[in-house]
């Protein structure tokens, strides 16, 4: 997990309150990447980053917005939270995406978000 | 819609065997396959990276990619008890998708 960090690591919320995760990163990468994992859907991507202020939606979006204001942070919000949403949340970063390049699409990931929300 | 699909196991092996991975996917035009473990409770991490057909050996772990047959397999030799853990095949063509991962058990 070095040069990633996430926080909090472990937060239990109600359902309707809003909740926001941080991924701070010191590598400089260009990409953050949110995903969630659940069990018999491995990981899916809520949202990625491709550079300050520039965001993207992912497989699984809905409920779920994001802000990246410098390089090196990366936030989630749930505005409203559901129980749906209850999972684990895993912040990565990748250098580069492009093409079949040695390195492109290597994830870091960092050490994961368990919410719960009642 | 782009799968991958990966046999959730658990797949038992004795200490000192081969264990085998499998991962199929289904978009024809995937150019990237990642082998990342995951131990119970942790962050997936990357072991493996292929993008030609063929073997790619790094130590212990050997992955093998088919593009005709758009399978990717892993290969541990000299399975360790410290090799238990869940084993995610990821594949991205314009996107990466993630297999939800087989569970490796090795047993002493």
């Known amino acids: 997990d070095a040069g990633i960090t996430q926080s909090p690591r472990h937060k239990v919320t109600e359902t309707g309150t809003p909740v926001t995760l941080r991924c701070h990163q010191t590598?400089?990468?260009?990409?953050m990447y949110w995903y969630r994992q659940d069990p018999g859907h491995g990981l899916r991507l809520i949202h990625y980053s491709y550079g300050v202020k520039d965001t993207d939606k992912g497989e699984v979006s809905d409920g779920y917005s994001v802000s990246r204001s410098k390089t090196e942070d990366f936030l989630l919000t749930l505005e409203s939270a559901t129980s749906s949403q209850t999972s684990v949340y895993f912040c990565?970063?990748?250098?580069?995406?492009?093409?079949?390049?040695?390195?492109?699409?290597?994830?870091?990931f960092g050490a994961g978000s368990r919410l719960t929300v009642l | 819609q782009k799968e991958v699909e990966q046999n959730s196991g658990p797949l038992s092996v004795p200490e000192g065997a081969i264990a085998s991975l499998n991962c199929t996917y289904s978009d024809r035009v995937s150019q990237s396959f990642f082998w990342y473990r995951q131990y119970s409770g942790k962050s997936p991490e990357l072991i493996m990276s292929?993008?030609?057909?063929g073997d790619k050996e790094d130590g212990r772990f050997t992955a093998q990619l088919n593009k005709a047959s758009q399978y990717v397999s892993l290969l541990i030799r000299d399975s360790q008890p410290s090799d238990s853990a869940t084993y995610l095949c990821?594949?991205?063509?314009?996107?990466?998708?993630f297999g939800t991962g087989t569970r490796l058990q090795v047993f002493p």
């Open positions: 990821a594949v991205k063509s314009d996107k990466l998708i």
């Open positions: 990565a970063i990748s250098e580069s995406t492009s093409g079949g390049a040695a390195g492109a699409n290597v994830l870091t």
């Open positions: 590598e400089n990468h260009r990409y």
């Open positions: 292929i993008y030609s057909n």
